[in-house]
């Protein structure tokens, strides 16, 4: 249920356990007996949950408000409800037990008797007549009758152990009917997640104008159809050799772009050439030369010979 406020003040003083449910409270007199003097109601305040029926006493004790069940009643321990016919609100909770039984007066006496029969599953049961029966004291059954008085325009008025009420409502009388509500304006939804941009199919929202910033919606462009292309024929192209050059930069401008990373070091160069060896001179043999000598060297027409040493002669 509800927590704090108080009700939550009244639930824990009295003592109601947390895990009762409140089905009905209200404000109520209690009929107190005064030794020597006539009885008279007191103030009381009157809960009803799904196991107890409490009478809670509020009282000034030590300039300080006390709040405590007074009587406390178990909903099997009810043997009956006894009221009167009249249109005063008073009744009796019939118990029977070594306590009196209590006379209350409730303006919401007949709430009462909808929940108390609902929380004793249709096991209440009412008795209605000229007379209140109760227990004034333990064992012994007294009434209380209830007088037609014109001269109590409102209120009951509860006098030498009678009540007196007013006439009331004629038995051909019905209820009023139940007034409708009164129609409320539909306030604009300007913010929260109800709130879409752009209305329906598009369209600019009517809740723009509202907008704390003042700002509009950009509008949608309409989406057109393209035209359809026609086809080329494809041209045929020459295969054009290119130089090295171009195209190893071709690539690496493609590999750079298709890469995130930076291109990788250039490679080391290469080591210098030994330089070649002088050229020794050499002559080409114009005629055939054969000779059995081991001094000399046998030769044909078109060979190359290196000259090693030369002679002059």
């Not at 910033?213 to 057109?224: D, E, S």
Request: net charge positive; hydrophobic share 35%.
């Amino acid at each position: 249920g509800n927590s704090g406020g108080p009700g939550e003040i009244i639930r824990s003083s009295a003592g109601v356990s947390a895990s009762d449910k409140i089905l009905f409270s209200s404000r109520c007199e209690l009929l107190v007996a005064k030794f020597g003097r006539s009885s008279k109601p007191m103030p009381r305040v009157l809960v009803l949950t799904s196991r107890n029926v409490y009478i809670i006493v509020q009282a000034i004790v030590n300039n300080q408000l006390s709040i405590s069940s007074e009587r406390t009643i178990s909903l099997g321990a009810i043997k009956y409800i006894s009221t009167t016919n009249l249109k005063d609100d008073w009744f009796s909770i019939v118990v029977g037990s070594q306590e009196p039984d209590p006379l209350l007066n409730c303006v919401f006496k007949t709430e009462f008797f909808t929940h108390l029969n609902t929380a004793m599953r249709g096991q209440l049961t009412l008795k209605i007549g000229e007379t209140i029966e109760y227990n004034k004291k333990p064992g012994k059954l007294a009434t209380v009758k209830a007088v037609k008085d014109p001269a109590v325009p409102r209120d009951d008025v509860y006098k030498s152990g009678s009540i007196h009420t007013g006439p009331g409502e004629p038995p051909s009388s019905v209820s009023r009917p139940t007034p409708r509500p009164k129609p409320v304006a539909a306030r604009p939804v300007t913010k929260g997640k109800l709130l879409r941009h752009g209305g329906p199919n598009g369209g600019p929202s009517k809740l723009s104008g509202n907008r704390p910033n003042g700002t509009t919606p950009r509008p949608v462009p309409t989406p057109q159809a393209l035209p359809a292309a026609t086809p080329q024929p494809a041209a045929t192209q020459r295969i054009v050799p290119q130089p090295v050059a171009a195209v190893a930069a071709s690539h690496n401008r493609t590999t750079s772009q298709a890469s995130v990373r930076a291109p990788p070091p250039p490679p080391p160069a290469p080591p210098a050439a030994t330089p070649a060896a002088p050229k020794k001179p050499s002559a080409k043999v114009l005629y055939d030369f054969s000779s059995d000598r081991p001094n000399e060297l046998t030769i044909h027409a078109g060979e190359i010979i290196q000259i090693v040493s030369k002679e002059g002669n």
